[in-house]
């Protein structure tokens, strides 16, 4: 798809993906409508429109449907949203658990079912920032995860459900990337797997490349790549590999003490 000259909806604007996702769009000559719970906050620049929306919301269907009567033209949806904690499975909320499956993949599932009747007709780009972990299973990260392997297999199923429209459906999936998604525990934790940690500009440009070269998937970041193919056919590798990994693991999950 084209960028310049394009109107998009970009979830999770406000965030350190996004950011450098609407910075690159506004560069490119795009029209953004920023969505977020806290639309004040994001400042008022040209080519740039700051929405309320609460990807969490029981009525989100219905808050699609208000802002589409304000901004009819939207030509595509950039799904780059998320929340995410590191955490094991037992120490997480109900709360947290709800909201992680709300924004993580229930929202991306309102969103394309919002909007996909009218790209049909008109032409249209679903764009979703899945995970590396939405291929490869993390302790640590169960919950996250579990709505990330969702997020790609929805979107699988999309391309192949609109395969015979005018709608492009796009999953890009980045490795760790230095946003304030990851606390610095996380940040120590990568630090001590020796995990590679991209910017968010690269992800951006990533992502921007994905829906103008009309790629179906996209995953980031080398050896992650590879480690996503090999858990695919051989899964005893990796948990062969994650165990030895564990103990590491395990320490941060405890506050980064040693147990
Ligand atoms: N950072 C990483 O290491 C990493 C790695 C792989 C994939 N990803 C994925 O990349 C995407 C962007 O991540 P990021 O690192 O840029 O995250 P981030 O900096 O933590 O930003 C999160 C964004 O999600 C929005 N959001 C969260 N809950 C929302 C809700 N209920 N309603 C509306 N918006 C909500 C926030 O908007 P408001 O607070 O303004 O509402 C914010 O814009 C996510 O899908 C994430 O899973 C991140």
Known sequence: MRLHD????????????????????VQVGSHVIVAS?????????????????????????QQL????????????????AGQNRFSGLAKMSVGELDAQLAVNLRSAMLVARHFAPQFEKAGGALVFVGSTFGSIGFPGYTAYCATKFGLRGFTEALRRELADTAVQVVYVAPRATATEMNPEVVNELNRALGNSVDAPETVASEILKAME???RRRFLGWPEKLFVVINGILPRLVDKAMLKKLPVIQRFLNGGRLL
């Open 6 to 25: 394009r109107v998009f909806l970009l979830l999770g604007g406000t965030g350190g993906i996004g950011k450098a996702l609407l910075d690159a769009l």
């Open 37 to 61: 719970r806290h639309p004040e906050l994001v400042g008022h620049r040209e080519n740039m429109s700051p929405v309320h929306l609460d990807l969490a919301a029981a009525d989100l269907d």
């Open 65 to 80: 449907v208000r802002l589409t009567e304000a901004y009819p033209d939207i030509d595509g949806v950039i799904h780059c």
């Open 213 to 215: 070269n009309g790629d």
